[in-house]
């Protein structure tokens, strides 16, 4: 395994890339909150590519880092380069990288947005130091709002819901904006 600076232009999507929608999931973090963190903060984690024997590289994971990249006009890219021995390995290995994500806690998304509120005192800052939406900050925040009991209830462990959900079945519907 290498990593290593790859030209944008060399790497493509490849059919094994198991993230087929990119609008899945983002709830937290859009195509462009992400484009806006990168610019702001850089990539924390390079992509994941196979080398291809044209001199171009298949991207295994990592979509959405390559495609806020690639809107930023970069033209290259920290990549980890795997030895793949064929498709259904690299298949293999883009659904590892993305099912074995576990999605944080609401509750645990809250408390931290609060604290960076605090340091802050406007959610437009925490919004541009985390990337994500002042609407998205001000819905986690409002659930520190409810009741103890309520709060340890709230949980992704059943499968992703929304925060949005969450505040509209316990009767907190709001404009967010």
Known sequence: MEVRDIQISAIRISDFNTRKDLDAGIEDSSLNDLTNSIN?????N????RSETDGTYSLIAGQRRFLACQ???WESIPAIIREVE???DATILSLIENIHRADMNPIDKAHAYQQIFNKYNDYNDV???????????????ALLNLAPDIQKSI???DGPAGVGAWLCCLGFGQDWG
Request: glycine share 10%; charged share 25%.
């Open 40 to 44: 702001d903060k850089g990539l924390l």
């Open 127 to 141: 919004a541009k130091e985390t990337g994500v939406s002042a609407t998205t900050i001000k819905k986690y925040v």
């Open 86 to 88: 064929d498709s259904t």
């Open 155 to 157: 949980s992704t462990a």
């Open 71 to 73: 809107k930023l006009g």
């Open 46 to 49: 390079p992509l994941i590519v």
